[in-house]
């Protein structure tokens, strides 16, 4: 049986239309699951930098300079960029402040993280 033609009435795109459309959803939809994975790895990565400064910045003889060198240098390590480090030495804590800005895979977004740690320092 033949087919029919379509007319001006009916509703719906065409198949290749269709195709075309859902091709484009689906890596919309990649590139933001990559770009999710990238954010959490950046932000596992400040949170290890943040702990990694205070752990440095918290023995006996060390200054709040060896706190950010350190958190500067495992942040550069997991690809963090505009690092920004704040080591704040009060009597017997030592807190240390990470911002950051994670690279992304699209390029023109580039998400923020932000981490905090404290820990006791060496007397």
Do not use: C
Request: proline share 4%; glycine share 10%.
């Amino acid at each position: 049986m033949k087919r029919p033609l379509a007319t001006s009435d009916e509703r719906g795109l065409s198949e290749s239309v269709q195709w075309a459309v859902l091709g484009a959803v689906v890596i919309g939809g990649l590139l933001a699951l990559i770009d999710a994975a990238l954010w959490l790895h950046g932000r596992s990565v400040a949170v290890a930098a943040v702990i990694d400064g205070a752990s440095a910045a918290s023995y006996w003889h060390a200054s709040p300079g060896d706190g950010e060198a350190v958190a500067r240098a495992t942040a550069a390590a997991g690809g963090l960029k505009n690092v920004s480090v704040t080591v704040v030495v009060q009597g017997t804590r030592v807190d240390v402040t990470i911002d950051a800005k994670v690279p992304s895979f699209i390029g023109w977004a580039t998400p923020d993280v932000h981490a905090h740690a404290t820990r006791p320092k060496e007397q």
